[in-house]
T-cell receptor, first 113, second 115 residues
Framework: GDSVTQMEGPVTLSEEAFLTINCTYT??????LFWYVQYPGEGLQLLLKATKADDKGSNKGFEATYRKETTSFHLEKGSVQVSDSAVYFCALLWASNTGKLIFGQGTTLQVKP | GAGVSQSPSNKVTEKGKDVELRCDPISGHTALYWYRQSLGQGLEFLIYFQGNSAPDKSGLPSDRFSAERTGGSVSTLTIQRTQQEDSAVYLC?????????????FGNGTRLTVT
């Protein structure tokens, strides 16, 4: 079945470092791909999305490019801040008639000043 | 405006007891989802509602789990005869309509602990 695999955390970085969180997926066909973020004490919220191959989603300095050839959707940010500390979830949507998302296990990011 | 509201925020119950978890979606959102987040696990899909109907119940782990939605709004997830493996954070989400153009809005979850 469809699945999402993320790199294990926690990822610990110093402020202004470059961030990459890897995400790969398994799906029949071409799903839409998402990154959700969960800040401490808050609910999950959509960070960015891409709906077809080669699309780049971006928001708040984060970017991810839908790579069909490698079935990947890696999350990147050029310069992280302490306020980016959160849990990041990669997700795919295949059955768009239901809106059901399949999530990865989440990656915890800790940014130190 | 108000987001997705879940209650209670925390629930501790004894093994074998029944629990009810409540979700108030964003007003006007027709689609509602329940997920479960266990320690070290990703988010596990449980059930999806479109209006009051549940076209996809495929994620409910056993017949001890059930959910209903009334008036196209509030939803209740019921777990009967709770077991320790039911301990998790139960998340509810709603969206304006089904499909990838309507992002899911999540509540803060109910943390369930079965002792």
């Amino acid at each position: 079945g469809d699945s999402v695999t993320q790199m294990e955390g926690p990822v610990t970085l110093s402020e202004e470092a470059f961030l990459t969180i890897n995400c790969t997926y398994t799906a029949t066909g071409y799903p839409s791909l998402f990154w959700y973020v969960q800040y401490p004490g808050e609910g999950l919220q959509l960070l960015l999305k891409a709906t077809k191959a080669d699309d780049k989603g971006s928001n708040k300095g984060f970017e991810a490019t839908y790579r069909k050839e490698t079935t990947s959707f890696h999350l990147e940010k050029g310069s992280v801040q302490v306020s980016d500390s959160a849990v990041y979830f990669c997700a795919l949507l295949w059955a768009s008639n239901t809106g059901k998302l399949i999530f990865g296990q989440g990656t915890t990011l800790q940014v130190k000043p | 405006g108000a987001g997705v509201s879940q209650s209670p925020s925390n629930k501790v119950t004894e093994k074998g007891k029944d629990v009810e978890l409540r979700c108030d979606p964003i007003s006007g959102h027709t689609a509602l989802y329940w997920y479960r987040q266990s320690l070290g696990q990703g988010l596990e899909f449980l059930i999806y509602f479109q209006g009051n109907s549940a076209p996809d119940k495929s994620g409910l782990p056993s017949d001890r789990f059930s959910a209903e939605r009334t008036g196209g709004s509030v939803s209740t997830l019921t777990i009967q005869r709770t077991q320790q493996e039911d301990s998790a954070v139960y998340l509810c989400a709603s969206s304006l309509e089904q499909g990838y153009n309507s992002p899911l809005h999540f509540g803060n979850g109910t943390r369930l602990t079965v002792t």
